[in-house]
């Protein structure tokens, strides 16, 4: 028995220092969202230029996935985090010391990058780490990104309020970059080293499920970057305050939170996802529908059901991806594939709601756009059939 447990303590630990990790990979963009008035008020920005502050992060997160998992090969999983940490931290720091549009773009890319060399190896990370419990380590994973978000989203106004300047409101998040940094630090000597096989870039890109897994996580994570940018603008829009609206986006990711933790959880019973997932989708549509048609009335009602099928789907299309494979180092290779190709697919929906925004002076036809991409991937869902995985990929089981 005291063995067993001194097995399982580094493991939480573990654990505990992956959720705070994930605190760190969305601040940067979830607290633009909310001030974006303020920092027009100070910077020019057109709403195609502010959408760069969502979409460029992300495209950078999309092709520095493709370069994650070989950087972790070379300096290890332990120092990779640490200096992705570090960066996310410098660049949100910077933020203190912004003087035009360009320095704010080049602070999020900068940012993108050390988020991407973190979501590329954790997968593989948490297959190889915690095999037999993989749906629900992933979930508390997922959950704390959006914590993140969900804290960065509510407080950022608050900040600002406090300081005086919305810089503070983007800067102080770099206080959850040194938390983790320093037990990061503290607990990697408890762990086993892991070594990390070369993942075949080539073999997915010629693999017809990689792209269909990929095309699905990217149009489900559109409307993800899309609401985390434009929905608090959205309100301000509507006559709600900076704060209402932050505390507005702050709900939404909450609820994320809880679909994120709950949703893995339940899908952990059984290996085909499709039910749930269909389920996820329909509650996407149904809040997008509110949002477009009644947004002042049931005000909380729409963000509610945003984020308890956004929440839910994020992590779930990375699972279905997981489950694809049974080796860690290849199920980490694929889902660096699918994040890469993904997140370069959703970091296009920022700007083109940005643009209708510009052009027709509403995001209510982003909103229709996005609840049609819903419906296209609710015909993708049946696709992802278990009894099926192994013929796509015969020669990696």
Aim: one cysteine or more; a positive charge; hydrophobic letters at 55%.
């Amino acid at each position: 028995m005291e063995n067993l447990r001194a097995t399982a303590r580094p493991a939480v630990w573990l654990m505990f220092a992956i959720i705070l990790v994930g605190l760190n990979l969305r601040p940067s963009m979830a607290a633009v969202g909310p001030l974006l008035s303020a920092i027009r008020g100070d910077i020019p920005l057109s709403f195609s230029v502010a959408s760069l502050l969502t979409m460029l992060p992300v495209m950078a997160m999309g092709l520095a996935m493709f370069f994650g998992i070989g950087i972790s090969q070379r300096l290890g999983e332990q120092r990779t985090v640490l200096l992705s940490l570090l960066i996310i931290g410098l660049a949100t720091l910077s933020r203190l010391f912004i003087e035009s549009a360009a320095e704010l773009i080049a602070s999020a890319v900068l940012a993108g990058i050390g988020i991407a060399l973190i979501q590329a190896l954790m997968p593989a990370l948490i297959k190889s780490r915690f095999a037999d419990n993989v749906a629900l380590c992933m979930g508390l994973y997922v959950t704390s990104i959006m914590g993140g978000a969900a804290l960065a989203a509510s407080l950022a106004p608050l900040v600002m309020v406090q300081t005086g300047s919305w810089r503070s409101g983007l800067a102080f998040w770099a206080i959850l970059a040194l938390l983790a940094i320093v037990f990061w630090w503290f607990q990697r000597r408890q762990q086993p080293s892991t070594e990390m096989a070369a993942a075949r870039k080539d073999w997915f890109l010629g693999n017809s499920r990689a792209w269909l897994l990929a095309i699905f996580f990217g149009l489900g994570t559109a409307s993800y970057t899309c609401v985390l940018a434009w929905l608090a603008p959205y309100y301000v829009e509507k006559g709600w305050s900076e704060q209402n609206a932050g505390l507005l986006l702050g709900f939404l990711t909450a609820m994320e939170v809880i679909s994120g933790l709950v949703v893995p959880a339940i899908a952990n019973r059984s290996r085909d996802r499709r039910v749930i997932l269909m389920a996820l989708l329909t509650l996407i549509i149904a809040g997008f529908c509110g949002l477009i048609l009644s947004p002042q009335q049931l005000s909380l009602l729409w963000p509610c059901l945003l984020g308890l099928g956004i929440g839910g789907l994020f992590p779930m299309s990375l699972i279905v991806s997981l489950d694809h494979l049974d080796n860690p180092q290849r199920a980490g290779g694929l889902t660096a594939f699918v994040q890469g190709i993904g997140y370069l697919i959703a970091g296009l929906s920022p700007l083109m709601a940005g643009v209708i925004r510009d052009r027709l002076g509403s995001f209510e036809w982003a909103w229709w756009s996005l609840t049609a991409v819903m419906g296209v991937m609710l015909l993708m869902v049946w696709r992802f059939d278990p009894r099926h995985y192994a013929r796509h990929f015969p020669s990696s089981r």
